[in-house]
């Protein structure tokens, strides 16, 4: 069995043993010797800082700085001279000259998160620094050079702006050249379960305290639930639940969307036997459990896109949206939990 953990040196460790942790960590391990640039892809707080600080202190760089950037927190009248510095006299309170980001990393990596929403202007001058790795400071008359190796990331359809006109095409193609595609949770099977667990271990470290087992029941639901806020979401709900939950055991409620599993055919046979139900009324109920349980499964997992959801039941839109009303479920508890899902928004009914 893989291990839990992937470490890349100064405390870097990436924790999972599901098939899709080990492809990332396998491909984190190839491309931190190869210093080119790389683009991170994937929903929000799946871990793309992370692997970009895996990817630089895996590398022959990693004695060099680490200089992230939130590219999206960046004033947009102002994101040229933050990332490539201001010359003396450059407009009325450039008093000195000011390295930029891009200077600050001399050596290291410069880590650009939320790369899209780089306004154009400051694409353009990013895509001459990709090139050659020359940039020219706000109000310089000559090129300066740095030796920075630039990692970017994004949660957008990149394809999609370029089409749109909303990002530079041959700045994509730049960045398009060594992808690195981060799974989401949901897609990472009994890994929430490794890192609950590893949650709970840090918290303990760092309030001092006993850690604490989850209990069965949260144990038999965690895996169940989509994840929507991915690695992030799980670590605020482990954080709160560790600081909250006074218990032997931490017991968190299921959130909304988990689609519980439904009791087996032989507990509701069993059931139904001890009951004394006829046999009709006990085969009705244990359909309407398994087709309860099935429907919310599936619109868990496609966060509430019915078309999807359909697709995958092999049955057609109408009908099983028939059997959504036959048992009153409520698609909109499964797109609530997933504001920044990007399937099928157009489906959604």
Known sequence: MAHAEAGFGTGVFMVGRSPAFKRVSDMVARLAVCDASVLIEGETGTGKELLARALHYGSLRRQGPFIPVNCGALPETLVESEMFGVCRGAYTDARTDRPGLVQSAQGGT?????????????????????????????????EERSDARVIAASNADLQGLVRSGK???DLFFRLNLIVLVVPPLRDRGSDCMLLAEHFVRVFA??????????????????PLYSWPGNVRELENLIHREF??????????????GVALPAR???SCAEDAVAGLQPYRQARASALEAFDTAYV??????THGNVTLAARLAGKERRAFGKLIKKYAIECSAFRSVSPD??????DRQ
Not at 205 to 221: C, E
């Open 243 to 256: 600081l909250l939950n006074e218990d032997e055991t931490i017991s968190i409620e299921p959130l909304a």
């Open 296 to 301: 919310q499964q599936l619109l868990s997992q």
């Open 205 to 222: 470290l760092r309030f001092g305290r006993p850690a604490r087992p989850l209990n069965q029941a949260t144990v038999d639901w965690l």
């Open 167 to 169: 990002f530079r095409a």
């Open 341 to 346: 899902a990007r399937i099928g928004e157009t």
């Open 110 to 142: 410069l880590f650009l998160d939320e790369v899209d929403s780089l306004p154009v202007h400051a694409q353009v001058a990013l895509l001459r620094f990709l090139q050659d790795g020359t940039f020219r400071p706000v109000g310089g008359v000559r």
């Open 264 to 266: 087996s055919s032989v």
